[in-house]
């Protein structure tokens, strides 16, 4: 009976694997095959990965992702980092309402948010571009920096700020020396998220971008619909990739803070 | 000892329209150890923050050696707080929380490393300086708040209920320590708790505060031999509190029974709260006391026995040396010195205020 649970147990595991990774191993598998094909293997090749960084268009693409997920996170940082001081600040109930509208950009299906977004860019005749792309960015990475920062400012003892005025600091200087040592496992948390959230997103960019500019997903989309493009395939798979290793990095961040925490 | 070190005039604070301190007078002198005393929320934190320059008072003045501080920043004050949580920076060694101050001072590499170092000697933590702040005990932690803030030789201490997380072998020990420095700095402090025995042993002044009053200011003894009113008898140490009739001077009635006292000028036949201190009630064979009455309970507390003795509807708390068993009738008799009186407040409302010095 035991022995049938735990069959059933791993059999279960198994399937949820299956279902969760088949996708993306096949993804991963056929960026690596010789042909065309979808259909047959006809051996390994990296020759697919060698075209990827020969395409001035891809090349292009890839540069504004990265440059608009370094640039969104690390503004949206700023301004998240600041909010969550302000929101600490606050009483109860104006900082659950403040909460509320924060998070209603991450909540909200991309759609929506992509959507809405556009309509904003065009009644303001604002000009779809890199810009656009980059603000509606830096719009939808604020929540995350939020939920990683507040929680560390809540932990903050108020007294370390004032211990440190008391002791001679300005205020400014107090918050640079004793609050922001003190939540910064939280703040870079928060900046990874948002780099790995922004690098992730197609739907909104997709609606908020302009004519002449991609990023790696719009840019593969647009891409698989004209035909089969193994580069694609490829393209995906480092996307994949990138996503995976910044992720893992997180979470052992996680894990190791709390293990510091409950020490 | 005259000096006026610290002096609060008419000093009120309200948060939301719920009023903390009400125009409070207080000054502080040189050298002075000074305990607020209350129940927690009667503002003692309040009062220390508003010196401290983390909270503008609504009204009053905060004068610190004749200058006038109320809005000053707490960088610019020449005074420091230990905290009740510590507030250590936890990110930094023992030593680079010591140091905190004064290399914001600009002070010399030798001159912070010498006073590190006499520091941790003054608090008995030689040796500790490398050591991360979590690896230490409360205790420890405790020692440390206080090193960082002595080093910068300030005029005044700031201390809130920097005990209150110690278990009570440690809070004695902790006690003495801080009287030993306390004498050998030569700082003022200021220290709150809600630890009565505490404020007893260590002060030379207690504010027994509540409801944002200030309800008595005096030396341990006055405030222990001579409670002003109800609230700060019943907080100071365990009393019987007792309706009383004053008949004329010198004679009260309680429990319809006529008690000589050394009290005057009450008036005649005028309602008081008399408050004798268990200790001070002794008992005596039924017919030679005052008033008779059954022992309902007693229990041994290692130095005496605590009774209850039941005595004209009246259960009457008494320590004693000398035991006597539940259900024996007694006497009771109180020295007519060992007898304080005190005006009943007029309303409700009025427990809470002020009696002027
Ligand atoms: N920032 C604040 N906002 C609102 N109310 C406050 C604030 N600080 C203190 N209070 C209120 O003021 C009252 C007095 O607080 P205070 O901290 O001075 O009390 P305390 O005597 O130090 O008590 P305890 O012994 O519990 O520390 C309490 O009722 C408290 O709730
Ligand atoms: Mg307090």
Redesign the interface.
């Known amino acids: 009976m035991v022995r049938f649970g735990k069959f059933l147990k791993g059999f279960y595991v198994a399937l949820m694997g299956i279902f969760l990774y088949a996708p993306i191993l096949t993804l991963i598998v056929l960026s690596f095959n010789a042909s065309k094909s979808r259909a047959k293997w006809s051996g390994f090749t990296f020759k697919w990965y060698a075209a990827l960084f020969e395409n001035e268009a891809i090349l292009q693409s890839l540069w504004n992702t990265i440059i608009i997920a370094l640039v969104s996170s690390l503004v949206a940082t700023l301004i998240g980092t600041m909010a969550s001081i302000a929101m600490n600040r606050m009483k109860k109930l104006p900082r659950q309402v403040m909460m509320g509208i924060t998070n209603i950009p991450m909540l909200n299906a991309d759609i929506v948010t992509g959507i809405s977004l556009m309509l904003l860019f065009i009644m303001t005749d604002f000009a779809p571009g890199f810009t656009s792309v980059l603000l509606a960015h830096i719009t939808f990475n604020i929540p995350y920096v939020i939920l990683s920062v507040l929680p560390k400012l809540k932990q903050t003892d108020r007294n370390v700020f004032e211990a440190a005025q008391d002791l001679g600091a300005t205020p400014i200087s107090a918050f640079m020396k004793v609050v922001l040592p003190d939540i910064f496992p939280g703040i870079l948390s928060g900046f990874l998220l948002a780099f790995t959230m922004s690098l992730d997103d197609f739907v909104i960019t997709h609606f908020t971008k302009g004519a002449g500019v991609d990023t790696i997903s719009t840019k593969v989309y647009t891409e698989l619909r004209k035909g089969i493009k193994p580069e694609m395939y490829a393209l995906s798979t480092l996307m994949f990739a990138a996503v995976l290793i910044l992720l893992v990095l997180i979470n052992r961040r996680r894990a190791t803070h709390e293990q510091t925490v409950n020490h | 000892m005259s000096d006026k070190l610290i002096d609060l005039i008419n000093i009120s604070k309200s948060y939301d329209g719920q009023v903390v301190l009400d125009e409070m007078d207080l000054y502080i002198r040189d050298n002075e150890f000074l305990t607020l005393l209350g129940p927690s929320g009667c503002g003692k934190t309040t009062t220390l923050r508003i010196i401290?320059g983390?909270e503008t008072p609504d009204t009053g003045k905060v004068i610190f050696q004749g200058k006038d501080i109320t809005n000053l920043?707490?960088?610019q004050r020449d005074l420091?707080?230990v905290?009740?949580?510590y507030?250590?920076?936890?990110?930094m060694t023992v030593e680079e929380n010591i140091a905190?101050?004064l290399r914001?001072?600009k002070k010399s590499r030798q001159y912070i490393k010498d006073k590190i170092d006499y520091a941790l000697k003054l608090v008995n933590l030689d040796g500790y300086g490398k050591r991360s702040v979590?690896s230490l005990s409360g205790g420890q932690q405790q020692r440390i708040a206080i090193a960082?803030?002595i080093v910068?030789e300030p005029k005044l201490l700031l201390l809130d209920e920097p005990l209150g997380a110690l278990d009570l072998k440690l809070r004695q020990d902790m006690q003495y320590e801080l009287i030993r420095l306390k004498n050998e700095l030569g700082i003022t402090f200021i220290y709150v708790t809600h630890d009565q025995e505490e404020a007893l042993t260590m002060s030379d002044t207690i504010v027994v505060m509540n409801q944002g009053y200030i309800q008595q200011i005096g030396s341990p003894e006055a405030i222990y031999n001579e409670p002003k009113n109800a609230f700060v008898a019943d907080f100071i140490g365990e009393s019987n509190i007792i309706d009383g009739i004053m008949i004329e001077d010198k004679l009260v009635r309680i429990l319809g029974a006529k008690f000589p006292c050394v009290d005057t000028g009450f008036g005649t036949n005028r309602p008081v709260d008399v408050v004798i201190r268990p200790e001070d009630v002794e008992l005596v064979a039924p017919e030679a006391g005052t008033i008779a009455g059954t022992v309902t309970s007693l229990i041994f507390k290692g130095v005496h026995y605590e009774m209850d003795v039941m005595a004209n509807g009246y259960e009457w708390l008494v320590h004693s040396t000398k035991m006597f068993p539940v259900g024996e009738a007694v006497g009771i008799h109180v020295d007519p010195f060992n007898i304080q009186i005190m005006n009943k407040p007029e309303s409700e409302d009025e427990e809470a205020v002020t009696i002027d010095e």
């Open positions: 401290g983390f920043p707490p960088n420091n707080t905290f009740q949580k507030a250590l920076f936890t990110h905190f101050g914001i001072k979590d960082r803030a910068n």
